[in-house]
T-cell receptor, first 113, second 114 residues
Framework: AQSVTQLDSQVPVFEEAPVELRCNYS??????LFWYVQYPNQGLQLLLK??????LVKGINGFEAEFNKSQTSFHLRKPSVHISDTAEYFC???????????FGTGTKLQVIP | GAGVSQSPSNKVTEKGKDVELRCDPI?????LYWYRQRLGQGLEFLIY????????KSGLPSDRFSAERTGESVSTLTIQRTQQEDSAVYLC????????????FGPGTRLTVT
């Protein structure tokens, strides 16, 4: 079975401050990991993905994530957030052998001016 | 190229009526997924298609919900005898049939049952 946990439902952060959104997964096999962003009243957009290779993955809009197999984590980071980063962020996992992608419950990032 | 499209974008219906929601996937994408997102909540998986067969229907909440897909093209999600708890945004996503299955999402259909 595969599952994803996003412990923080909401994260407030001041503009230009760094941010980390946490994601932990469980799977007994190799995984593919994704972060999606959902801006207000819009569909989901892929931010970045981990398939294999380098554990540090860079995505759009200055975001990056690090795959940590020993801690089964895939935390999302940005060194300096902007007001336009205010959105909901979803972590997702697909294990080898599973057809389905499992999404976390989402983290709302609120950037404070 | 064109992304995933969904119609209608908004639908208001009376309790007890049937509704049909449509999804047009990206051309060439063999896999198609339906999700439900209630207000302030995460994504709830409903059903997955590979081609026109549905190997995973485990997320359909009741027998009032059904979905079909024509070949590797359009999919329709039908909700019969709608209830107020069906009010949500219904999201469709498609992916290639490759190993990674990165999903591309449509803008969603906002369903309101009055």
């Amino acid at each position: 079975a595969q599952s994803v946990t996003q412990l923080d439902s909401q994260v407030p952060v001041f503009e230009e401050a760094p941010v980390e959104l946490r994601c932990n997964y469980s799977s007994s096999v190799s995984v593919y990991l994704f972060w999606y962003v959902q801006y207000p009243n819009q569909g989901l957009q892929l931010l970045l993905k981990y398939l294999s290779g380098s554990t540090l993955v860079k995505g759009i809009n200055g975001f990056e994530a690090e795959f940590n197999k020993s801690q089964t984590s895939f935390h999302l980071r940005k060194p300096s957030v902007h007001i336009s980063d205010t959105a909901e962020y979803f972590c997702a996992v697909r294990s080898g052998g599973y057809q389905k992608v499992t999404f976390g419950t989402g983290t709302k990032l609120q950037v404070i001016p | 190229g064109a992304g995933v499209s969904q119609s209608p974008s908004n639908k208001v219906t009376e309790k007890g009526k049937d509704v049909e929601l449509r999804c047009d996937p990206i051309s060439g994408h063999t896999a198609l997924y339906w999700y439900r997102q209630r207000l302030g909540q995460g994504l709830e998986f409903l059903i997955y298609f590979q081609g026109n067969s549905a190997p995973d229907k485990s997320g359909l909440p009741s027998d009032r919900f059904s979905a079909e897909r024509t070949g590797e093209s359009v999919s329709t999600l039908t909700i019969q005898r709608t209830q107020q708890e069906d009010s949500a945004v219904y999201l469709c996503a498609s992916s290639s049939g490759g190993t990674v299955r990165e999903q591309y999402f449509g803008p969603g259909t906002r369903l309101t049952v009055t």
